[in-house]
């Protein structure tokens, strides 16, 4: 894939909307009355240059971290970006997942690295091919890029494997980066604490936001967490690419930190609300395959043999007034995600749409 083709993202954000919108993973945004007020007074001044104080420090206590191991970023997408032109140089090959997070791929055909995957099967619930990662290493690989929960699965990495990915990686002597925009999805709806990429060593970056978890995707607030040597590189690297962030967004993110507390229970009381929606439509589906519920806000869902994911979206859009994602984006061309972030009679109603679709095409399939 060429990062010159159009992909997920331009699709994300020119696809015609439809009364049903199931496209989002994140939750649905929030307002300023959600954290405490319904204007802010910012001040322009400059304090920022390499992570507002005050943010930095909310970033660091938040993930248990030092705030020299903190750099805010405009969204976890910068973050990634970033993390990658400190990893690694123009020609190295890096080890991605697949599927994978289209824009994660484009990053580095951006940045002119060359990408080799390991294999997240749909049968092993999408845990990562550690031996395809060892010989990937042993080729030369550089650094290892992986997201935690997965995009588009939604999949937790079992403890285990992200320990033995750990130390491969270390032992190649590589950076190991893993994007955990959707991890706190894990930590609020389902029981246990997940393990941190922050806690695996030294060698491990982690990218992060507010941006989908909590409903803040316009105000960019992004981060990385690594070493304090890692982090002077990115801000280098940050020097050429947007020099300071806006205060503006910094300043809406310090507020949001003070009532994060308000927002966990949002995205609680969301999950909570469309889990049963979404597991009775599962149940009335034995032609579908789905994965466990790791708390994310969406799902992947597996088409019955014979459908495709882009011929499923086509219809729905033209016929049902209801768009999903079609996974193809992903490398995954036989599943769609579907977001949750709804209300449950909305989600309902464009799930009981997806399933008049689906039978639609059986129909035709058998005809």
Not at 126 to 148: H, I, K, Y
Not at 265 to 282: G, K, M, R, T
Request: negative net charge; charged residues 20%.
């Amino acid at each position: 894939m060429q990062w010159r083709t159009d992909g997920y993202m331009r699709w994300s954000k020119t696809h015609q909307t439809a009364r049903f919108e199931l496209t989002s993973s994140g939750l649905a945004p929030v307002d300023l009355g959600s954290f405490g007020g319904d204007s802010v007074a910012v001040s322009l001044r400059n304090c920022d240059n390499y992570g507002h104080p005050e943010l930095t420090a909310q970033i660091a206590q938040l993930r248990g971290v030092g705030q020299e191991q903190v750099l805010p970023v405009l969204g976890t997408s910068m973050a990634n970006v970033v993390a990658l032109a400190c990893a690694a140089s123009p020609g190295d090959s890096i080890l991605f997942e697949h599927p994978i997070y289209d824009p994660l791929l484009r990053a580095a055909n951006f940045l002119g690295m060359k990408p080799v995957f390991f294999d997240r099967p749909a049968s092993q619930e999408f845990s990562p091919d550690l031996e395809q990662v060892r010989m990937g290493f042993e080729d030369g690989a550089r650094a290892l890029v992986l997201s935690n929960l997965h995009n588009p699965t939604g999949q937790l990495c079992r403890e285990d494997c992200l320990r033995s990915l750990a130390g491969l990686s270390e032992s190649a002597g590589a950076i190991m980066i893993v994007d955990e925009v959707y991890l706190d999805y894990a930590r609020l709806n389902v029981a246990g604490t997940p393990l941190r990429g922050s806690d695996l060593g030294q060698h491990v970056v982690v990218t992060d936001s507010l941006t989908k978890v909590y409903g803040l995707g316009p105000i960019r607030a992004g981060w990385l967490i690594a070493q304090p040597k890692f982090i002077h590189q990115a801000g280098n690297a940050l020097d050429v690419l947007n020099v300071n962030n806006p205060p503006t967004s910094t300043l809406m993110a310090v507020r949001a930190m003070e009532q994060l507390d308000r927002l966990n229970e949002i995205c609680q009381q969301q999950y909570q609300a469309v889990l049963p929606v979404l597991s009775n439509w599962l149940a009335s589906r034995p032609d579908i395959r789905s994965y466990p519920q790791c708390g994310a806000l969406f799902a992947c869902i597996g088409m019955p043999p014979g459908i495709g994911a882009d011929e499923l979206a086509e219809l729905l859009n033209r016929k049902f007034e209801t768009n999903v994602v079609s996974c193809r984006f992903f490398g995954l061309p036989d599943h769609i995600r579907v977001g949750l972030a709804n209300p449950p009679d909305y989600l309902a109603e464009g799930l009981n749409r997806v399933s008049e679709a689906l039978d639609l095409l059986n129909r035709r399939l058998t005809s």
